[in-house]
């Protein structure tokens, strides 16, 4: 599996923004489908992870009720939809794919996105 991820840039504190990972290669509906984020200086974290036929979500505590995970089979993609946005929010979002559902560990996902920046700030 081949993923890619887009959609980062600069949004103001409060501000809203939405991740986009694309995959290709093998079946994407075949994977559970997370989010990390790394900020300087920090370990990679876990944001959110969704099932592979997006019934069942998970969040990290940081995140919960701010953040959205969903897919699009038909699309091959995953979204992280942001709101409320904080400067701690500040990191390089990652998306990965797991066969281990809603999996919530880096190390028990097997494909990883080159990640895209996400800057809070005024």
């Known amino acids: 599996v081949q993923l890619q991820a887009s959609g980062g840039g600069l949004v103001q504190p409060g501000g809203s923004l939405r991740l986009s990972c694309a995959a290709s290669?093998?079946?994407?509906?075949?994977?559970?489908m997370g989010w990390f984020r790394q900020a300087p200086g920090k370990e990679r974290e876990f944001v959110a992870a969704?099932?592979?036929?997006?019934?069942?979500?998970v969040y990290a505590d940081s995140v919960k009720g701010r953040f959205t995970i969903s897919r699009d089979n038909s699309k091959n993609t995953v979204y992280l939809q942001m709101s409320s946005l904080k400067s701690e929010d500040t990191a390089v979002y990652y998306c990965?794919?797991?066969?281990?559902?809603?999996?919530?560990?880096?190390?028990?996902?097997?494909?990883w996105g080159q990640g895209t920046l996400v800057t809070v700030s005024s």
């Open positions: 990965a794919a797991s066969r281990v559902p809603s999996a919530s560990t880096p190390e028990r996902y097997n494909y």
């Open positions: 290669g093998r079946t994407f509906s075949a994977y559970s």
């Open positions: 969704i099932s592979w036929a997006g019934g069942s979500t």
